[in-house]
């Protein structure tokens, strides 16, 4: 059985390949842009951790028991993780349909 696509007046119906072909324009970039940001704020989150635990300790002279890796491995390093990606995801997959060209 040979699949034909339906004529709509003067224009064709996509094909799913095509459709297919359209996500992956639209999304992959969006896909690898999430990837490069995420890692890049948990590496700015982690050099933030360590430069306020040396400040504390250093300069404020409090939080002398407190090791960095516990810092930032922490109960509040994980919320300041899981925050800051779902953010990036929803920054970057959110729909702007009036930016669109």
Known sequence: MIIKRRRLGSTYEKSPAQNTKLWFAIN???IFFTIFITIAYLIILYVMTGVV???AQE???VWKDVDYAD???GPYGLLLKVGGVLGILLYVFKDR???RG
């Open 97 to 99: 349909p009036a930016k």
């Open 28 to 30: 992959l970039g969006k």
């Open 59 to 61: 300069v404020g002279d």
């Open 71 to 73: 810092a930032y491995n």
């Open 53 to 55: 635990i040396f400040i």
